[in-house]
């Protein structure tokens, strides 16, 4: 299974919590100098993933403050690239010079071999932020171009952000869960691929990019297009090619070499949204033909076939099982 570290401080005594936090912050992430106001009662919360040729990282945490200098890069450095992603609060990030203040929904990234500070601005949730830790190697870009994006606020609301921006959101949601090794490498060869293009665009060095890498940003952003669609009946191999400006071929040969074709992943999409759909108290006024005709499934009898052959009971029966009725 993968490898995986999981600190919680209020399940330590009280007083030994920000001592337990600084000694997550040595052993698995950058080592930093870390101040706070709260160190008497530090309630903060981390998981971290390692995830093939990457690391991931998804932290809860009150106001702190952290600061990497020439003597602790001296002491050791990872040489990482770190993308940060701040989900709630507001992280206030320095180096290189520049001052950012990164808000939800927006990207940061930082060097570990050079200073930095950050600080963590919260409200009563708490700061949550999500972290790509990213291996220089891994990345096969122009030290002095990524520098130059350091400290500085990238938004998520379209392209290699967006895609990048989802995908930290959605592994922050799913820590918990278990992956056989070879699918956590998958992942986070995937994490690696957005993170590479996502810097490549900003640091206008796209030629540098290895062709695997953009088949993987491509059939990434192909895949969040089709769960944006789920519901539209014009969701075809067709229009989906047109709507990335490729060809259906093309198409295909991006998810042949996942072993799966296009219409399969839409089915099975489809499929994952009834099954959820029909899990749902809330939503058990809706007839089950209703479920399968807002999913992409107007007609009763495929629809009905369909769930069957997947889920082994048919849409009614399955819903009665799963809410106990």
Same mark, same amino acid.
């Given at each position: ?38 160190? *008497?009662?530090? /309630?903060?919360? &981390?998981?971290? +993933?390692?995830? %093939?040729? $990457? =690391?991931?990282?998804? @932290?809860?945490? !009150? ?125 986070? *060869?995937?994490? /690696?691929?957005? &993170?590479?293009? +996502?810097?490549? %665009?900003? $640091? =206008?060095?796209?030629? @540098?990019?290895? !062709? ?114």
């Amino acid at each position: 299974m993968i490898n995986r570290l999981v600190l919680r401080t209020q399940d330590l005594p009280q007083r030994e919590r920000f001592d337990g936090w600084l000694d997550l912050i040595d052993r698995g992430l950058t080592p930093a100098w870390l101040t706070t106001s709260h160190a *008497s009662d530090f /309630r903060a919360t &981390a998981s971290l +993933l390692t995830l %093939g040729p $990457a =690391r991931f990282s998804a @932290l809860s945490l !009150p106001p702190l403050r952290a600061e990497r200098g020439w003597s602790l890069i001296r002491r050791g450095d990872p040489e990482l690239w770190q993308l940060m992603l701040v989900v709630s609060g507001e992280v206030g990030v320095e180096q290189h010079g520049r001052r950012a203040l990164v808000r939800p929904g927006e990207l940061v990234v930082y060097d570990t071999s050079h200073p930095y500070r950050s600080r963590t601005f919260t409200n009563r949730g708490g700061t949550e932020v999500a972290l790509l830790h990213l291996p220089r190697h891994e990345a096969p870009l122009p030290d002095r171009a990524v520098r130059a994006l350091t400290a500085r606020p990238i938004p998520t609301g379209a392209g290699a952000g967006a895609l990048l921006g989802r995908y930290l959101e959605q592994l922050a949601g799913q820590t918990g869960d278990d992956w056989p090794e070879p699918d956590a490498a998958r992942l986070g *060869s995937a994490a /690696r691929d957005l &993170a590479i293009v +996502l810097l490549s %665009g900003l $640091a =206008r060095v796209d030629g @540098l990019l290895a !062709p695997e890498t953009r088949d993987t940003a491509l059939r990434l952003r192909v895949e969040g297009f089709i769960a944006d669609n789920l519901a539209s009946g014009w969701l075809t191999p067709g229009t989906i090619a047109e709507a990335h400006g490729i060809s259906v071929r093309r198409l295909h040969q991006l998810f042949h070499q996942e072993g799966r074709s296009v219409a399969a992943l839409v089915r099975s999409s489809r499929l994952e949204r009834c099954r959820a759909d029909l899990e749902e108290p809330g939503l058990a006024h809706l007839p089950v033909a209703a479920v399968g005709a807002r999913w992409g499934f107007p007609d009763a009898a495929v629809f009905s076939r369909a769930f069957k052959d997947t889920y082994g009971r048919p849409p009614g029966a399955y819903r009665r099982h799963a809410l106990g009725t």
